[in-house]
């Protein structure tokens, strides 16, 4: 069953770095996605060294580099004085620590590197609207089901179908994701329109009382990401539905002017509710692994999500390559992952809580101990999840 190619559900950042990472090994893949064009919405997304490590070993470390944004620090601002809590510089010294740079960069860019080298490789067969609807293994093969399509038989499947993953409904059984009450609304708007006092070459996070800001340059800094979140205990998961601007202000009415004003720039403005799920420690069933989202969805807050991906994909394609028994490989995998993955979603959660959305004494505790860490200190608290690259649990 060697020669069957495995099966991987999803050609979002995750499905299309597992297909890459599987190719380095001389593994052919299967990419089934759902939509009738494989693409990306049109926001920014931040990378870690973590993930600049990925991109080397899937083939496509220059590509990548040649597209990102490289912000030359993360800055925090206390949205409710509009002073500076803290300033992480990014350069030299930050990129000797961690060998890789700090870096932001359009989805639709990173996605169309990872995009481009798949349809450059022969071992990677890209199918849009497959939409996959469940399997069926019987210890030498898998069958996966597809809306209205015949079956299709692999050596394995890779469910890298997202935070609703039909994979993971069928592995793990554990319903709709936690919906966590905290509404981002994201908008994407010219460098001009941005105010020119916040023009900063960083990714600057504005924390107020349960809300918080983010903006940082795009696309050579023709472009500002903008993603504003509100922690307003909304019980319904929604995604990508357009809003007024005056909704999205509403919940910014008792921050400073300065970072507020941020939002009358944005345009065509879209909701996300956003949902996590609690770790798990197994999300392997025989011949079929989750990867991604589908295996470990988190909140935003440590903008590592599709970094995790893409450290799956790496780790996924080093097990395959080194243990000829499927099985093997995947539980390997799975226990290589499972803890750093599970990190990560709980501290998003606990970041999201202390640093991000806190008020009164809360706020007070953070600005008094995150102003006092040097960069080194900083270097120190970060170095578990920007020195990863994947391999390393
Ligand atoms: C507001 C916000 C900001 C974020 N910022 C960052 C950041 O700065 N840095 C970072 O690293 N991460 C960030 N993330 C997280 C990141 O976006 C996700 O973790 C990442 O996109 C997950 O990739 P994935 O491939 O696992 O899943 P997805 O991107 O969800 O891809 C899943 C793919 O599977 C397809 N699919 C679904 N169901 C099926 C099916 N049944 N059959 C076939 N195909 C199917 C979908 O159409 C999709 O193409 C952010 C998330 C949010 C919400």
Avoid at 64 to 75: C, E, F
Avoid at 102 to 129: E, F, K, M
Avoid at 226 to 239: G, Q, S, W
Wanted: aromatic share 6%.
């Amino acid at each position: 069953m060697r020669s069957l190619p495995v099966i991987i559900a999803g050609g979002g950042i995750g499905g299309l770095a597992a297909a890459l990472a599987l190719a380095r090994k001389g593994v052919g893949s299967i990419v089934l996605e759902r939509s009738a064009e494989l693409g990306e919405i049109g926001a920014g997304i931040q990378i870690g060294p973590n993930a600049f490590h990925c991109f080397d070993s899937l083939g496509v470390g220059d590509e990548a580099r040649a597209k990102a944004v490289y912000i030359d620090s993360l800055r925090l601002m206390d949205a409710v004085n509009g002073e500076a809590i803290a300033v992480i510089p990014l350069e030299e010294a930050f990129r000797k620590r961690f060998r890789n740079p700090y870096a932001v960069v359009h989805r639709a860019d990173l996605h169309g590197v990872l995009l481009d080298a798949c349809r450059a490789s022969d071992s990677i067969d890209l199918r849009t609207s497959h939409a996959v609807t469940g399997y069926d293994q019987d210890g030498s093969s898998v069958r996966v089901r597809c809306e209205g399509r015949d079956s299709l038989a692999g050596r394995a499947l890779i469910g890298a179908d997202g935070l609703r993953s039909v994979i993971r409904q069928q592995l793990v059984g554990d319903g709709e994701p936690r919906v966590s009450g905290h509404t981002t609304y994201r908008s994407v708007i010219p460098t001009e329109q941005m105010p020119e006092d916040l023009r900063w070459n960083a990714a600057t996070l504005w924390a107020g009382p349960k809300c918080h800001i983010v903006h940082y340059p795009l696309k050579g800094w023709q472009l500002f990401n903008l993603v504003v979140t509100y922690h307003n205990d909304v019980k319904e998961a929604v995604a990508g539905k357009p809003v007024a601007r005056s909704e999205v202000e509403r919940g910014f009415e008792h921050i400073t002017p300065r970072a507020r004003q941020i939002i009358e720039h944005g345009k065509d403005w879209k909701l996300w509710v956003l949902c996590d799920r609690d770790p798990i420690l197994d999300w392997v069933d025989g011949r079929v692994a989750l990867l991604g989202d589908a295996a470990h969805p988190m909140l935003q807050y440590f903008a590592q999500g599709a970094c995790m991906a893409m450290e799956d994909a790496v780790c996924l394609g080093h097990m395959i390559g080194h243990h000829d028994d499927i099985e093997t490989a995947l539980d390997r995998y799975m226990r290589q992952r499972r803890v750093r993955t599970a990190r990560v979603q709980l501290d998003s959660r606990l970041i999201g809580e202390y640093i991000y959305h806190p008020s009164g004494a809360a706020a007070e505790v953070r600005n008094h101990v995150m102003s006092r860490l040097t960069p080194d200190e900083w270097y120190d608290r970060l170095a578990w999840l920007y020195g990863g690259t994947g391999l390393d649990a």
